[in-house]
């Protein structure tokens, strides 16, 4: 599969996806109002930089809720970037009714369409990271975003989650699949046939160090992030397997007593 060909199945399951935004536009509407989406880790990690009301880029922002709840914790504005037109345009109509300072952009990343060092804090995750085939690249562009001082934070899917099958009674590792492979097709994605791309925890640190930040956390935790809506329940989400991974950077202050 080419590199476009690639590109253009993952728009086109993403799209698809991202129809239930609009197909559940009011319940996602009323989860904003009523809820918070970020997790524990995530608010308590993200507690001391939204206490400064931070502008925000949301990298891969899909439906926006994550927007919303980064404003009723402290940041003063938040720009998603997201290469669907379908949920940038219902995260939109989302934001405008709740009266919320947010707004949306359709691009691929990376190369978002943003002026340089625009941003206090990039936040990406939750299912982001997959859908970049070269993650030094976008780090790059994080740190272009981001302002001397300015936070990257991640919250994602630990790269070993391909591995572990949905199986009841115990965790197992899937036949099909490797931790050290660079991609595979998500049979579980609503949208089935996407091509997810694969990195190590490793490569996705040095990535983030490539690009000139300093790295000041990383945690992993046994809690994934989704689990299905029917209710499913796998022995691999029970506490004994790494599902969700943290990283906090930070861009270095520039000037003369800068780091190389």
């Known amino acids: 599969m080419t590199p476009d060909s690639q590109r253009n199945r993952n728009r086109s399951a993403w799209e698809a996806a991202s129809e239930k935004h609009v197909s559940e536009y009011q319940e996602h509407l009323a989860r904003a109002r009523n809820e918070c989406s970020l997790s524990a880790q995530e608010l308590d990690l993200l507690r001391p930089i939204l206490a400064h009301s931070p502008a925000v880029v949301h990298l891969q922002s899909g439906h926006g809720l994550d927007d919303i709840a980064l404003?009723?914790?402290?940041?003063?504005?938040?720009?998603?970037?997201?290469?669907?037109?379908?949920?940038?345009?219902?995260?939109?109509?989302?934001?405008?009714?709740?009266?919320?300072?947010?707004?949306?952009?359709?691009?691929?990343?990376p190369g978002a369409p943003l002026r340089d060092a625009c941003a206090d804090l990039v936040y990406t995750g939750k299912g982001a990271l997959i859908w970049l085939p070269d993650l030094r690249a976008w780090a790059a562009d994080v740190a272009r975003l981001l302002r001397p001082e300015g936070h990257l934070f991640v919250y994602e899917a630990h790269p070993a989650v391909p591995l572990?099958?949905?199986?009841?009674?115990?965790?197992?590792?899937?036949?099909?699949?490797?931790?050290?492979?660079?991609?595979?097709?998500n049979d579980t994605f609503p949208a089935h046939g996407a091509v997810e791309f694969q990195t190590t925890l490793a490569e996705v640190i040095n990535a983030v160090l490539s690009a000139d930040l300093e790295l000041e956390y990383v945690a992993e935790y046994p809690e994934p992030f989704w689990y299905p809506e029917d209710g499913h329940t796998a022995a691999a989400w029970a506490g004994r397997l790494p599902n969700t991974y943290a990283l906090i950077a930070r861009r270095r202050r520039l000037g003369p007593d800068a780091r190389r």
Not at 168 to 185: A, L, T
Request: aromatic share 10%; charged share 30%.
């Open 71 to 109: 404003v009723d914790s402290g940041a003063r504005s938040v720009v998603g970037v997201d290469f669907s037109q379908v949920a940038a345009t219902a995260a939109q109509l989302r934001a405008d009714e709740l009266g919320a300072p947010c707004r949306y952009v359709v691009a691929e990343l």
């Open 164 to 185: 572990w099958t949905w199986d009841e009674d115990k965790p197992r590792i899937r036949p099909d699949r490797g931790y050290f492979e660079r991609s595979h097709v």
